[in-house]
């Protein structure tokens, strides 16, 4: 497990430089997953390189309740190239799980054509090319791009490509660090809050100095969703 005392200590002291940017590095976080306040089970993020370009992966394992009874499961991965500070995606996988159910979707970035499409078991509407503009990102990506971009009163801007869904993302940094438990510790978090329309919120939790967010919130109508935590991560020398 990483030590997490010296960044503690720092959010304590406020000795860390909020906003330094993180390099990529590879690194395994594990999350304790809620549904609607209640544990539903456990998610495992994962950066690594891989035959000259990386891969990000998130596993969600359902162990409680109704849906730890059926076995759910939601695994995603998107394979993606580092062009300077770009995340720049090159495929997606995405498999769910329940009872004797599979689903699959896959997904092609081509930047030589700069197109993206999606096949499996994914509405037909959402089968046709997607026009690529240079810095779209997936989901999974967009989290680490918020990661690394992350100053306290900044905006974020970004372009979510993902599962044939092309959507405007923007993202407000709170002025203000924000307690946050990890792992029965406290820290000084930069509070991240997607603006989007309709009844969905999503927020991420930074704290600086760790390479993944510290904590994910989805809400509906005001009401929590999923809520995923930060447990442990093992860094780059700790592989």
């Keep these: 497990m990483k030590s997490l005392l010296p960044l503690f200590l720092a959010a304590l002291t406020g ?12 690194f395994v976080a594990n ?8 544990a539903l089970g456990d998610a495992t993020m994962q950066v690594k390189s891989e035959s000259g370009h990386w891969r990000i992966d998130l596993d969600i394992r359902a162990e409680h309740g109704m849906m730890g009874f059926t076995g759910a499961a939601a695994q995603q991965s998107t394979l993606f190239d580092l062009v300077g500070d770009t995340y720049r995606p090159l495929s997606q996988t995405m498999v769910r799980k329940v009872l004797f159910s599979k689903r699959t979707i896959t997904g092609t970035y081509d930047w030589s054509k700069h197109a993206a499409q999606w096949s ?3 509405k037909e509407h959402r089968r046709k090319p ?3 503009e240079d810095g779209d990102m997936s989901g999974l990506l967009i989290n680490l791009a918020v990661v690394r971009d992350a100053q306290p009163g ?3 801007n970004y372009r979510f490509v993902d599962s044939g869904r092309l959507r405007p993302h923007q993202y407000l940094v709170a002025q203000e660090l924000e307690g946050v438990k990890v792992d029965d510790m406290s820290f000084n978090a ?6 989007q329309s309709g009844n969905e919120e999503t927020s991420i939790w930074v704290v ?3 390479p993944t967010p510290v904590r994910i919130l989805q809400r509906e109508d005001g009401q929590d969703t999923y809520d995923l935590r930060l447990v442990e991560y093992k860094g780059v020398n700790e592989q």
């Design 208 to 210: 600086d100095g760790v």
């Design 120 to 122: 499996g078991d994914i």
């Design 190 to 195: 930069m509070r991240v809050n997607r603006v």
């Design 31 to 38: 999350y304790q997953v809620f549904n609607g306040g209640k």
């Design 154 to 156: 900044k905006t974020l």
């Design 15 to 26: 000795v860390a430089a909020p906003g330094s940017a993180l390099a990529l590095e590879p």
């Design 130 to 132: 997607i026009a690529l």
